[in-house]
């Protein structure tokens, strides 16, 4: 299952910082992302967005090899 944007329906989402008011979110296991294309900041299911951190490290870890080569 992939996460879209609300406004634009990109899939390009990143972990957004985490505020106090996210904590109303929280108790409904929400957390903020954020649209990398129009910066929109929504919130999506913990799952999905343990699923977009994952895949942020997972590209950082690919551009750091292709760094060293
Ligand atoms: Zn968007």
Redesign the pocket.
């Known amino acids: 299952m992939t996460v879209h944007?609300?406004?634009?329906?990109?899939t390009?989402?990143r972990p957004s910082y985490f505020q106090m008011r996210d904590l109303a979110f929280l108790a409904t296991f929400r957390l903020p992302v954020r649209?990398?294309?129009?910066?929109?900041r929504f919130h999506v299911h913990l799952l999905n967005a343990l699923r977009i951190r994952r895949g942020c490290h997972a590209r950082r870890v690919k551009a750091m090899q292709v760094g060293r080569a």
């Open positions: 944007c609300n406004l634009c329906g990109s390009n989402l649209c990398r294309y129009c910066r929109m």
